[in-house]
């Protein structure tokens, strides 16, 4: 069974920083571009960042763009997300994604195939 499994969410402070992990077991996922999105209470689930599946191109949202780091480990099969200069703004529920995914897809959520259950992340004020 193939699973994404979260990790790292927490409590943050303004301007702190978190490192969220994502580890993929039941199949290897170095065919697969990788992705992280966020859902905040009463909105939409957003794109924050992707990595293409030879990690040599990263995707950022605006919003996160020279805060955020979206990174991938092919030897262990994990991704992981470098949050720095966190605002209030950055609380949601963060969520892993993998599917095979093309450059001008890869923000949209529809495109992917694979899901974590998500990490809570909360920035306080």
């Known amino acids: 069974q193939v699973q994404l499994v979260e990790s790292g969410g927490g409590l943050a402070q303004t301007g702190g920083s978190l490192r969220l992990s994502c580890a993929a077991s039941?199949?290897?996922?170095?065919?697969?571009?990788m992705g992280w999105f966020r859902q905040a209470p009463g909105k939409e689930r957003e794109f924050v960042a992707a990595i293409s599946r030879s990690g040599l191109s990263t995707y950022y949202a605006d919003s996160v763009k020279g805060r955020f780091a979206i990174s991938r480990d092919v030897a262990a099969n994990a991704v992981y997300l470098q949050m720095n200069s966190l605002k209030p703004e950055d609380t949601a529920v963060y969520y892993c994604a993998a599917g095979s995914v093309v450059a001008f897809t890869i923000r949209r959520r529809e495109a992917y195939d694979y899901w974590g259950q998500g990490t809570q992340v909360t920035v306080s004020s």
């Open positions: 039941g199949r290897t996922f170095d065919g697969k571009a």
